[in-house]
Protein backbone atom coordinates (compact mmCIF):
# COMPACT_ATOMS: atom_id res chain seq x y z
CA UNK A 1 0.00 0.00 0.00
CA UNK A 2 2.95 2.00 0.68
CA UNK A 3 4.03 1.65 -2.63
CA UNK A 4 0.53 2.54 -4.03
CA UNK A 5 0.44 5.68 -2.32
CA UNK A 6 3.88 6.91 -3.52
CA UNK A 7 2.86 6.25 -6.79
CA UNK A 8 -0.20 8.35 -6.28
CA UNK A 9 1.45 10.92 -4.95
CA UNK A 10 3.70 10.88 -7.98
CA UNK A 11 0.77 11.19 -10.33
CA UNK A 12 -1.00 13.64 -8.51
CA UNK A 13 1.67 15.94 -8.29
CA UNK A 14 1.97 15.20 -12.19
CA UNK A 15 5.58 14.26 -12.23
CA UNK A 16 4.67 10.84 -12.77
CA UNK A 17 5.45 10.96 -16.82
CA UNK A 18 9.10 11.96 -15.59
CA UNK A 19 9.80 9.45 -13.10
CA UNK A 20 8.59 6.71 -15.08
CA UNK A 21 11.78 8.17 -17.82
CA UNK A 22 13.99 6.47 -15.43
CA UNK A 23 14.24 2.47 -16.06
CA UNK A 24 14.86 1.63 -12.21
CA UNK A 25 11.88 3.39 -11.18
CA UNK A 26 9.68 2.37 -14.31
CA UNK A 27 9.10 -1.53 -13.47
CA UNK A 28 7.94 -0.13 -10.00
CA UNK A 29 5.48 2.83 -10.93
CA UNK A 30 4.11 0.69 -13.68
CA UNK A 31 3.37 -2.28 -11.12
CA UNK A 32 1.72 0.33 -9.01
CA UNK A 33 -0.41 1.83 -11.73
CA UNK A 34 -2.16 -1.76 -12.02
CA UNK A 35 -2.08 -2.04 -8.30
CA UNK A 36 -4.12 1.38 -8.52
CA UNK A 37 -6.51 -0.41 -11.35
CA UNK A 38 -6.76 -3.62 -9.31
CA UNK A 39 -8.09 -1.93 -5.86
CA UNK A 40 -10.76 0.55 -8.12
CA UNK A 41 -11.94 -3.08 -9.41
CA UNK A 42 -13.44 -3.13 -5.72
CA UNK A 43 -16.01 -0.86 -6.47
CA UNK A 44 -17.24 2.68 -5.93
CA UNK A 45 -17.75 2.63 -2.81
CA UNK A 46 -14.48 1.88 -2.12
CA UNK A 47 -12.70 3.84 -4.76
CA UNK A 48 -14.29 6.44 -3.33
CA UNK A 49 -13.65 5.52 0.53
CA UNK A 50 -9.57 5.38 -0.83
CA UNK A 51 -10.20 9.17 -2.14
CA UNK A 52 -11.18 10.37 0.91
CA UNK A 53 -8.61 8.50 2.71
CA UNK A 54 -5.77 10.16 0.62
CA UNK A 55 -4.91 6.25 -0.50
CA UNK A 56 -6.00 6.93 -3.86
CA UNK A 57 -5.01 10.15 -6.03
CA UNK A 58 -8.56 11.45 -8.17
CA UNK A 59 -8.60 11.21 -11.97
CA UNK A 60 -7.53 14.17 -13.47
CA UNK A 61 -10.36 15.44 -16.05
CA UNK A 62 -8.24 14.91 -18.88
CA UNK A 63 -6.84 11.18 -17.79
CA UNK A 64 -3.75 10.29 -16.12
CA UNK A 65 -0.29 11.20 -18.44
CA UNK A 66 0.69 7.10 -18.09
CA UNK A 67 3.41 5.97 -20.54
CA UNK A 68 2.12 3.83 -23.70
CA UNK A 69 4.07 0.72 -22.53
CA UNK A 70 3.61 -2.45 -23.56
CA UNK A 71 3.96 -5.00 -20.69
CA UNK A 72 5.11 -8.35 -23.36
CA UNK A 73 2.87 -11.81 -22.53
CA UNK A 74 4.66 -14.56 -21.32
CA UNK A 75 5.01 -17.74 -24.11
CA UNK A 76 3.95 -16.17 -26.84
CA UNK A 77 4.80 -17.90 -29.43
CA UNK A 78 7.09 -17.19 -32.51
CA UNK A 79 5.19 -16.45 -35.84
CA UNK A 80 3.84 -18.58 -37.43
CA UNK A 81 3.05 -20.10 -34.31
CA UNK A 82 1.28 -23.31 -35.97
CA UNK A 83 2.84 -24.38 -38.65
CA UNK A 84 0.73 -27.80 -39.17
CA UNK A 85 -2.20 -25.98 -38.67
CA UNK A 86 -2.30 -22.72 -40.16
CA UNK A 87 0.16 -22.89 -43.10
CA UNK A 88 -1.18 -26.09 -44.70
CA UNK A 89 -3.82 -23.53 -45.63
CA UNK A 90 -2.58 -21.61 -48.86
CA UNK A 91 -2.81 -17.69 -48.35
CA UNK A 92 -6.09 -16.11 -49.28
CA UNK A 93 -5.31 -12.49 -48.48
CA UNK A 94 -5.49 -10.10 -51.69
CA UNK A 95 -2.34 -8.39 -51.32
CA UNK A 96 -2.64 -4.37 -51.09
CA UNK A 97 0.72 -3.23 -53.19
CA UNK A 98 1.27 0.33 -51.17
CA UNK A 99 4.15 0.01 -53.65
CA UNK A 100 2.67 0.72 -56.49
CA UNK A 101 -0.37 2.59 -55.52
CA UNK A 102 1.72 5.26 -54.29
CA UNK A 103 3.99 4.92 -57.70
CA UNK A 104 0.44 5.09 -59.48
CA UNK A 105 -0.04 8.52 -56.99
CA UNK A 106 3.51 9.94 -57.35
CA UNK A 107 2.49 9.99 -61.49
CA UNK A 108 -0.80 11.79 -60.69
CA UNK A 109 1.30 14.65 -58.83
CA UNK A 110 3.92 14.84 -61.39
CA UNK A 111 1.32 15.59 -64.03
CA UNK A 112 -0.16 17.84 -61.70
CA UNK A 113 2.81 20.15 -61.05
CA UNK A 114 3.57 20.17 -64.72
CA UNK A 115 0.41 21.22 -65.02
CA UNK A 116 1.10 24.19 -62.81
CA UNK A 117 4.41 25.26 -64.32
CA UNK A 118 2.69 25.78 -67.75
CA UNK A 119 -0.50 27.81 -65.66
CA UNK A 120 1.49 29.95 -63.26
CA UNK A 121 5.27 29.43 -63.86
CA UNK A 122 5.57 27.59 -60.42
CA UNK A 123 6.29 24.66 -58.65
CA UNK A 124 5.35 23.65 -55.48
CA UNK A 125 8.41 23.80 -52.52
CA UNK A 126 8.88 21.89 -49.50
CA UNK A 127 11.35 22.64 -47.17
CA UNK A 128 12.47 20.15 -44.56
CA UNK A 129 14.17 21.69 -40.81
CA UNK A 130 16.81 18.69 -39.37
CA UNK A 131 18.61 19.08 -36.25
CA UNK A 132 21.19 17.03 -35.13
CA UNK A 133 23.16 13.86 -37.12
CA UNK A 134 20.60 10.17 -36.46
CA UNK A 135 21.70 8.62 -39.43
CA UNK A 136 17.71 7.40 -39.46
CA UNK A 137 16.58 10.83 -39.80
CA UNK A 138 19.18 12.07 -42.77
CA UNK A 139 18.12 8.59 -44.62
CA UNK A 140 14.36 9.52 -44.48
CA UNK A 141 15.04 13.53 -45.36
CA UNK A 142 17.16 12.43 -48.28
CA UNK A 143 14.30 10.00 -49.37
CA UNK A 144 12.02 13.05 -49.15
CA UNK A 145 14.57 15.04 -50.92
CA UNK A 146 14.69 12.58 -53.84
CA UNK A 147 10.72 11.74 -53.96
CA UNK A 148 10.18 15.47 -54.65
CA UNK A 149 12.88 15.74 -57.66
CA UNK A 150 11.26 13.38 -58.82
CA UNK A 151 7.87 14.89 -59.04
CA UNK A 152 8.88 18.22 -60.07
CA UNK A 153 8.36 19.33 -56.19
CA UNK A 154 11.55 21.88 -55.24
CA UNK A 155 13.00 20.80 -51.97
CA UNK A 156 14.93 22.89 -49.58
CA UNK A 157 16.84 22.08 -46.54
CA UNK A 158 18.15 23.95 -43.61
CA UNK A 159 20.44 21.16 -41.35
CA UNK A 160 21.43 22.45 -38.00
CA UNK A 161 23.94 20.99 -35.39
CA UNK A 162 22.53 19.13 -32.56
CA UNK A 163 23.72 21.43 -30.21
CA UNK A 164 21.51 24.08 -31.92
CA UNK A 165 19.16 26.47 -29.42
CA UNK A 166 15.31 26.47 -29.42
CA UNK A 167 15.89 29.93 -30.98
CA UNK A 168 17.93 28.94 -33.54
CA UNK A 169 15.27 26.26 -34.73
CA UNK A 170 12.44 28.32 -34.46
CA UNK A 171 13.82 30.88 -36.70
CA UNK A 172 14.75 28.37 -39.37
CA UNK A 173 10.89 27.15 -38.88
CA UNK A 174 10.00 30.92 -39.59
CA UNK A 175 12.03 32.13 -42.08
CA UNK A 176 10.65 29.13 -44.41
CA UNK A 177 7.20 29.95 -43.22
CA UNK A 178 7.96 33.39 -44.32
CA UNK A 179 9.09 32.49 -47.72
CA UNK A 180 6.32 32.37 -50.69
CA UNK A 181 8.47 29.58 -52.90
CA UNK A 182 7.82 27.05 -49.85
CA UNK A 183 4.40 25.59 -49.15
CA UNK A 184 5.58 23.13 -47.36
CA UNK A 185 7.11 23.21 -43.77
CA UNK A 186 8.27 19.72 -41.97
CA UNK A 187 10.66 19.33 -39.07
CA UNK A 188 12.21 16.34 -39.22
CA UNK A 189 11.58 14.16 -35.29
CA UNK A 190 12.42 13.40 -33.11
CA UNK A 191 14.52 16.78 -32.15
CA UNK A 192 17.29 16.12 -29.33
CA UNK A 193 16.19 16.20 -25.70
CA UNK A 194 16.74 19.90 -25.09
CA UNK A 195 14.34 21.25 -27.45
CA UNK A 196 10.97 21.44 -27.13
CA UNK A 197 9.22 19.57 -29.82
CA UNK A 198 5.43 21.00 -29.01
CA UNK A 199 6.66 24.63 -29.20
CA UNK A 200 8.68 23.92 -32.69
CA UNK A 201 5.75 21.99 -34.16
CA UNK A 202 3.12 24.94 -32.85
CA UNK A 203 5.85 27.33 -34.83
CA UNK A 204 5.15 25.99 -38.20
CA UNK A 205 2.25 28.07 -40.31
CA UNK A 206 -0.73 25.99 -40.01
CA UNK A 207 -1.19 26.94 -43.95
CA UNK A 208 2.57 25.15 -44.37
CA UNK A 209 1.95 22.23 -42.08
CA UNK A 210 2.15 19.11 -44.41
CA UNK A 211 2.72 16.57 -42.03
CA UNK A 212 -0.36 17.40 -40.32
CA UNK A 213 0.05 17.53 -36.67
CA UNK A 214 -0.33 21.56 -35.82
CA UNK A 215 -2.99 21.31 -33.36
CA UNK A 216 -5.25 23.38 -35.41
CA UNK A 217 -5.38 20.59 -38.20
CA UNK A 218 -5.92 17.75 -35.80
CA UNK A 219 -8.77 19.68 -34.23
CA UNK A 220 -10.36 20.35 -37.03
CA UNK A 221 -9.80 16.38 -37.83
CA UNK A 222 -11.72 15.62 -34.80
CA UNK A 223 -15.01 17.55 -35.53
CA UNK A 224 -17.89 17.13 -37.70
CA UNK A 225 -18.04 19.59 -40.41
CA UNK A 226 -14.60 21.37 -40.03
CA UNK A 227 -11.64 20.04 -42.65
CA UNK A 228 -8.23 20.56 -41.88
CA UNK A 229 -5.95 22.05 -44.39
CA UNK A 230 -3.85 19.13 -43.86
CA UNK A 231 -4.15 15.04 -42.85
CA UNK A 232 -1.35 13.29 -41.14
CA UNK A 233 0.72 11.21 -43.94
CA UNK A 234 0.69 7.71 -42.61
CA UNK A 235 -2.88 7.68 -41.67
CA UNK A 236 -3.51 9.51 -45.12
CA UNK A 237 -2.16 7.00 -46.75
CA UNK A 238 -3.78 4.31 -44.80
CA UNK A 239 -7.20 5.73 -46.12
CA UNK A 240 -5.89 5.97 -49.11
CA UNK A 241 -5.25 2.35 -49.44
CA UNK A 242 -8.36 1.43 -48.51
CA UNK A 243 -9.94 3.70 -50.86
CA UNK A 244 -8.22 2.74 -54.00
CA UNK A 245 -8.46 -0.84 -53.44
CA UNK A 246 -12.07 -0.41 -53.25
CA UNK A 247 -12.80 -1.06 -49.39
CA UNK A 248 -16.13 0.33 -48.13
CA UNK A 249 -15.38 2.10 -44.77
CA UNK A 250 -19.04 2.86 -44.27
CA UNK A 251 -20.64 1.14 -41.59
CA UNK A 252 -17.98 -1.28 -40.59
CA UNK A 253 -16.54 -2.30 -37.38
CA UNK A 254 -12.87 -1.14 -37.85
CA UNK A 255 -10.45 -1.30 -35.04
CA UNK A 256 -7.04 1.18 -34.87
CA UNK A 257 -4.46 -0.95 -32.20
CA UNK A 258 -2.36 2.29 -31.15
CA UNK A 259 -3.32 5.52 -30.41
CA UNK A 260 -0.08 7.74 -31.39
CA UNK A 261 -0.77 11.65 -32.30
CA UNK A 262 0.82 10.71 -35.70
CA UNK A 263 -0.73 7.48 -36.54
CA UNK A 264 -3.39 5.79 -34.47
CA UNK A 265 -5.35 8.70 -33.68
CA UNK A 266 -5.81 10.30 -36.50
CA UNK A 267 -5.97 7.08 -38.20
CA UNK A 268 -8.93 6.25 -35.89
CA UNK A 269 -10.87 9.97 -36.49
CA UNK A 270 -10.34 9.26 -40.28
CA UNK A 271 -12.04 5.97 -39.90
CA UNK A 272 -15.06 7.88 -38.12
CA UNK A 273 -15.12 10.02 -41.10
CA UNK A 274 -15.72 7.53 -43.74
CA UNK A 275 -18.45 6.27 -41.01
CA UNK A 276 -16.95 3.26 -39.85
CA UNK A 277 -17.29 2.10 -36.42
CA UNK A 278 -14.70 2.52 -34.76
CA UNK A 279 -12.43 1.23 -31.41
CA UNK A 280 -9.24 2.05 -30.61
CA UNK A 281 -7.28 -0.71 -28.76
CA UNK A 282 -4.12 0.77 -27.07
CA UNK A 283 -1.15 -0.53 -24.29
CA UNK A 284 -3.81 -0.30 -21.56
CA UNK A 285 -6.43 -2.32 -23.57
CA UNK A 286 -7.87 -5.78 -21.73
CA UNK A 287 -8.99 -8.95 -24.40
CA UNK A 288 -7.09 -6.50 -27.68
CA UNK A 289 -7.14 -10.13 -29.17
CA UNK A 290 -10.99 -10.20 -28.45
CA UNK A 291 -11.88 -6.62 -29.79
CA UNK A 292 -10.01 -6.94 -32.51
CA UNK A 293 -11.40 -10.37 -33.81
CA UNK A 294 -14.67 -8.48 -34.06
CA UNK A 295 -13.33 -6.21 -36.69
CA UNK A 296 -13.83 -5.98 -40.55
CA UNK A 297 -11.30 -3.76 -41.00
CA UNK A 298 -8.08 -3.61 -38.57
CA UNK A 299 -5.42 -0.58 -38.92
CA UNK A 300 -1.94 -1.68 -36.70
CA UNK A 301 0.15 1.27 -35.80
CA UNK A 302 2.26 -0.19 -32.40
CA UNK A 303 5.41 -1.14 -33.40
CA UNK A 304 5.88 -4.23 -32.17
CA UNK A 305 6.51 -7.48 -33.95
CA UNK A 306 4.43 -9.49 -34.96
CA UNK A 307 1.92 -8.56 -32.17
CA UNK A 308 -1.51 -9.24 -34.15
CA UNK A 309 -1.62 -13.41 -34.60
CA UNK A 310 -3.94 -15.03 -36.76
CA UNK A 311 -6.11 -15.92 -34.02
CA UNK A 312 -6.93 -11.43 -33.52
CA UNK A 313 -8.57 -11.85 -36.92
CA UNK A 314 -12.00 -12.07 -38.44
CA UNK A 315 -11.97 -14.28 -41.90
CA UNK A 316 -13.10 -11.98 -44.31
CA UNK A 317 -11.06 -8.91 -42.68
CA UNK A 318 -9.11 -6.40 -44.40
CA UNK A 319 -5.55 -5.60 -42.17
CA UNK A 320 -3.32 -2.58 -42.74
CA UNK A 321 -0.44 -2.62 -41.41
CA UNK A 322 1.79 0.14 -40.63
CA UNK A 323 3.96 -0.92 -38.01
CA UNK A 324 8.09 -1.37 -39.19
CA UNK A 325 9.63 -3.57 -36.69
CA UNK A 326 13.41 -4.92 -37.36
CA UNK A 327 13.57 -8.64 -36.40
CA UNK A 328 17.14 -10.65 -36.45
CA UNK A 329 17.94 -12.56 -39.47
CA UNK A 330 20.81 -14.03 -40.08
CA UNK A 331 19.92 -14.94 -43.45
CA UNK A 332 19.89 -11.32 -44.50
CA UNK A 333 23.11 -9.13 -45.43
CA UNK A 334 22.03 -6.89 -42.46
CA UNK A 335 21.57 -9.50 -39.88
CA UNK A 336 18.18 -8.21 -39.63
CA UNK A 337 14.23 -7.95 -41.78
CA UNK A 338 11.48 -5.46 -41.08
CA UNK A 339 8.45 -6.75 -40.67
CA UNK A 340 5.18 -5.80 -39.25
CA UNK A 341 3.02 -5.94 -36.06
CA UNK A 342 0.80 -8.31 -38.04
CA UNK A 343 1.91 -12.19 -38.54
CA UNK A 344 1.89 -12.03 -42.23
CA UNK A 345 2.20 -15.93 -42.23
CA UNK A 346 -1.06 -16.63 -39.96
CA UNK A 347 -3.05 -13.43 -41.42
CA UNK A 348 -2.61 -13.80 -44.97
CA UNK A 349 -4.33 -17.53 -44.39
CA UNK A 350 -7.20 -15.60 -42.70
CA UNK A 351 -8.13 -12.19 -44.29
CA UNK A 352 -9.33 -10.87 -47.68
CA UNK A 353 -6.87 -8.82 -48.22
CA UNK A 354 -3.63 -7.29 -46.11
CA UNK A 355 -0.43 -4.72 -46.55
CA UNK A 356 2.71 -6.55 -46.53
CA UNK A 357 5.61 -5.06 -44.82
CA UNK A 358 7.75 -3.21 -46.14
CA UNK A 359 5.97 -2.55 -49.37
CA UNK A 360 2.52 -1.73 -47.94
CA UNK A 361 2.08 1.53 -45.87
CA UNK A 362 5.67 3.08 -45.85
CA UNK A 363 5.48 4.23 -49.53
CA UNK A 364 2.52 5.64 -49.37
CA UNK A 365 3.46 7.51 -46.69
CA UNK A 366 5.65 9.65 -48.89
CA UNK A 367 3.58 9.96 -51.70
CA UNK A 368 1.33 11.45 -49.43
CA UNK A 369 3.49 13.89 -47.86
CA UNK A 370 4.13 14.98 -51.75
CA UNK A 371 0.05 15.36 -52.50
CA UNK A 372 -0.23 17.83 -49.06
CA UNK A 373 2.64 19.89 -51.08
CA UNK A 374 0.72 19.69 -53.75
CA UNK A 375 -2.57 20.47 -52.23
CA UNK A 376 -0.99 23.47 -50.67
CA UNK A 377 0.74 25.14 -53.37
CA UNK A 378 -2.54 24.57 -55.29
CA UNK A 379 -3.84 26.53 -52.51
CA UNK A 380 -1.59 29.49 -52.12
CA UNK A 381 -1.52 29.84 -56.20
CA UNK A 382 -5.42 29.38 -56.49
CA UNK A 383 -5.43 26.51 -58.85
CA UNK A 384 -8.32 23.60 -58.65
P1 LIG B 1 4.08 4.98 -30.80
O1 LIG B 1 5.09 4.22 -30.00
O2 LIG B 1 4.01 6.45 -30.69
O3 LIG B 1 2.65 4.39 -30.46
C1 LIG B 1 2.44 3.01 -30.32
C2 LIG B 1 1.02 2.77 -29.87
O4 LIG B 1 0.82 1.37 -29.73
C3 LIG B 1 0.69 3.39 -28.53
O5 LIG B 1 -0.42 4.22 -28.72
C4 LIG B 1 0.36 2.23 -27.59
O6 LIG B 1 -0.79 2.46 -26.81
C5 LIG B 1 0.06 1.12 -28.56
N1 LIG B 1 0.47 -0.18 -28.01
C6 LIG B 1 1.67 -0.52 -27.51
N2 LIG B 1 1.65 -1.82 -27.15
C7 LIG B 1 0.43 -2.30 -27.41
C8 LIG B 1 -0.19 -3.57 -27.25
N3 LIG B 1 0.45 -4.60 -26.76
N4 LIG B 1 -1.48 -3.69 -27.65
C9 LIG B 1 -2.14 -2.65 -28.15
N5 LIG B 1 -1.59 -1.43 -28.34
C10 LIG B 1 -0.33 -1.26 -27.97
O7 LIG B 1 4.32 4.52 -32.31
P2 LIG B 1 3.90 5.20 -33.71
O8 LIG B 1 4.75 6.36 -33.96
O9 LIG B 1 2.42 5.34 -33.79
O10 LIG B 1 4.36 4.04 -34.71
C11 LIG B 1 3.80 2.74 -34.63
C12 LIG B 1 4.50 1.84 -35.63
O11 LIG B 1 4.26 2.34 -36.93
C13 LIG B 1 6.02 1.76 -35.48
O12 LIG B 1 6.44 0.46 -35.85
C14 LIG B 1 6.52 2.76 -36.50
O13 LIG B 1 7.82 2.44 -36.97
C15 LIG B 1 5.49 2.56 -37.59
N6 LIG B 1 5.33 3.74 -38.46
C16 LIG B 1 5.33 3.49 -39.78
C17 LIG B 1 5.15 4.52 -40.66
C18 LIG B 1 5.12 4.24 -42.12
O14 LIG B 1 5.28 5.16 -42.89
N7 LIG B 1 4.89 2.99 -42.51
C19 LIG B 1 4.96 5.84 -40.19
C20 LIG B 1 4.93 6.05 -38.81
C21 LIG B 1 5.10 4.98 -37.95
Given amino acids: ???????????????????????????????DYSAVTWSRSGGSHSIRAAIAAEKMPRAPLLGWNLPDVWRPRPNLP?????????????????????KAIAQEIRGEIAGEVSRMRDAVGKVPGLAVVL???????????????KACEEVGIKSLGIDLPEESTEDEVLRAVMMFNDDPSVHGVLVQL???????????LNAVSIDKDVDGFHPLNIGRLAMQGREPLFVPCTPKGCIELLIRSGIDMMGKRAVVIGR???????????????NATVTIVHSYTKNAEDITREADIVISAVGVANLVRGDWLKPGAVVID????????????????L???????????????ITPVPGGVGPMTIAM????????????????
Fill in 1 to 31: MEGLSWNAAAMATGSFKSLVRAPPQLSMAVS
Fill in 78 to 98: PCPALPERNLAVEPIAAVIDG
Fill in 131 to 145: VGARKDSETYVRSKK
Fill in 190 to 200: PLPQHICEEKI
Fill in 260 to 274: SNIVGAPAAMLLQRH
Fill in 322 to 337: VGINPVEDPNSKRGYR
Fill in 339 to 353: VGDVCYEEASRIVSA
Fill in 369 to 384: LLSNTLESAKRAYGLT
